[in-house]
Structure formats: C-alpha cells, structure tokens
C-alpha cells in the first residue's frame, strides 16, 4: 500500500537517528510528499515584544538544524518533501498538522517508555495514537 502524504514528526533526540529509521519507512510507502514536522516547546508568555520574536527565531532556527539530515536524505532520494517546524505541544500539534496537511499516515518511531511521566500520562505517540483518525505507523527499534 502506498500513502500520497505522510506525516513524519522529527524530534532532536538521538542526534535524529530515530527519524531516519522513520524515515525508511516513510520512503517506502510514500506515493507523493512526505511532510516533515519539528514541534517547538511553547514560549512563555512572560517574554514579550522583540525577546519573543528572537526567542521564536531560535526555536525556529534549532527546528530546522533538527530537520537537516532527513531533507539531506529526501533529497538525496529526491523524494517531494516540504518541512514545518510548529510551536506546541508535540502530541496535540502531530495532530493538528496531520489535520492541516490532509495527511494519510502518520509514521511515528517509538523505543518504550522514557520516564515518570511517560507512565502517568502516556507517550507522545500513545496520545497522537488516542487523539487522531489519520493511520499511524508506529516504527520500534
């Protein structure tokens, strides 16, 4: 089965090493575009006026740095791609850009729990898989 747009939210950890395993996957199911997506944490609404602008350029700035080696292997594949880097939180924004985009998969790279609040509320893909009726593939280790 082949997906015309695939979701692949992109997270810093592991130096991106989990996106790119995502990444594969996405490759080879994707008919059409693959939409890259980098949430930032949301800025504090005590900062104002040009300290929030600037602190909103570097959140943008280290999104992008983020999403770097996936579009170097998108376009090295010259796979149709565009890139999103969104202020939020991770689980509620996958969703909301699924929505946006018209995706048809969302591919998502767990390794199991990561702490306290992993167990209390759920993983970021637990909470997209409970709050979203695009597909998700899920890509363990």
Known sequence: MSYSKILLPVSGKNRGERAKK????????CAGEIILL??????SQMVGGEAHAQLK??????GQTCLGPVIQELEKAKIP?????EEGTPAET???VAHEENAD???MF????DGLEDLLIGSITERVLRNTDTALLVVRR
């Open 105 to 107: 998969l969302i591919i």
């Open 57 to 62: 350029r570097e959140e943008n700035a280290q």
């Open 22 to 29: 995502a990444l594969q996957h996405a490759m080879q199911l």
């Open 38 to 43: 980098h949430v930032t944490p949301p800025l």
């Open 110 to 113: 767990t390794d199991g729990r």
């Open 81 to 85: 791609f565009h890139a999103r880097v």
């Open 94 to 96: 996958i969703v909301r």
